[in-house]
């Protein structure tokens, strides 16, 4: 996305496996009614490139190009391609502030969980809007909105407190998804062309505890993240493991439950 120091985590596989888990189908639900066979789509922010694949099998007769700001991710995204056959994608280190494409390149240019972690999120929404086709072309957008949980956990009300401080430090948005339609706006689409919904995760099962909560309890023991956040003061080392002890409290309670709630943009030039 742009500047790096704003996105406060890395691409540690404790970080991949939560962005592994992503899907078309539990992330742009909203998205696939506009989705045809031959559409040409850019994925911004793709990460390993779980959703992006999706995409590719959606569009057979169309192309998809991912795009991540660093290449740690995308060796995995390739990788993962080719075992799937997909030759009709492919993916790019670009900038989301100044993307690499001729204007009226795209049907859809998509983002998931991607301005939230930049500075100028209207400047990328521009860029977006740039680069979509002038004729039916769509931008889309999904970022977190407000979260809850059950029971009351103070290690994860400390992780929520901790990272929500550090983003806003480093210049980010956390949770902007009841007015990402506010940006587009700002970006240049009008009002009744801008497309709202919202859409949510849950996780309650076992099976969605660990690997919510458990990926969550290995990104607060080792990874880009506690290394910042120790490093620069939001955090000591004992807090941090206080939060990761919570965590596994959520996984092991049959009874916890944590829902996340998103807000959805489909904007039309």
């Not at 890395?10 to 909203?30: E, I």
């Not at 880009?224 to 996984?251: H, P, S, Y």
């Amino acid at each position: 996305m742009s500047d790096e120091k704003v996105y406060t985590t890395d691409h540690s596989s404790s970080v991949l496996q939560t962005h592994s888990w992503r899907t078309a189908a539990n992330s742009a639900a909203y998205l696939l009614p506009y989705f045809k066979p031959d559409l040409k789509i850019l994925d911004i922010g793709c990460g390993p490139g779980s959703i992006s694949l999706d995409f590719a099998k959606l569009v057979p007769q169309g192309h998809v190009t991912g795009i991540e700001n660093v290449p740690d991710p995308l060796a995995e995204a390739r990788a993962l391609a080719s075992t799937q056959g997909l030759t009709n994608i492919d993916f790019q280190v670009g900038d989301i502030h100044s993307l690499e494409f001729p204007d009226d390149s795209f049907d859809i240019v998509h983002v998931h969980q991607v301005l939230q972690h930049i500075a100028d999120p209207v400047r990328a929404l521009q860029e977006m809007r740039r680069v979509a086709k002038s004729d039916g072309g769509i931008v889309a957008a999904r970022e977190s909105a407000a979260m809850t949980w059950y029971p009351d956990n103070a290690g994860i009300a400390g992780w929520k407190e901790v990272t929500e401080r550090m983003a806003r430090a480093k210049g980010g948005n956390p949770h902007p998804g009841r007015y990402i339609h506010v940006w587009a706006e700002a970006a240049g689409f009008a009002n009744e062309r801008i497309g709202k919904t919202a859409g949510a995760w849950c996780f309650s099962s076992p099976e969605e505890r660990a690997y919510w909560g458990g990926s969550m309890e290995a990104r607060m023991r080792s990874s880009g993240f506690t290394k910042t956040a120790v490093e620069e003061g939001f955090a000591t080392g004992e807090e941090l493991g206080g939060i990761a002890d919570g965590w596994r409290r959520f996984v092991e309670d049959d009874d916890a439950w944590f829902g996340l709630l998103h807000g959805e943009i489909v904007c039309r030039k």
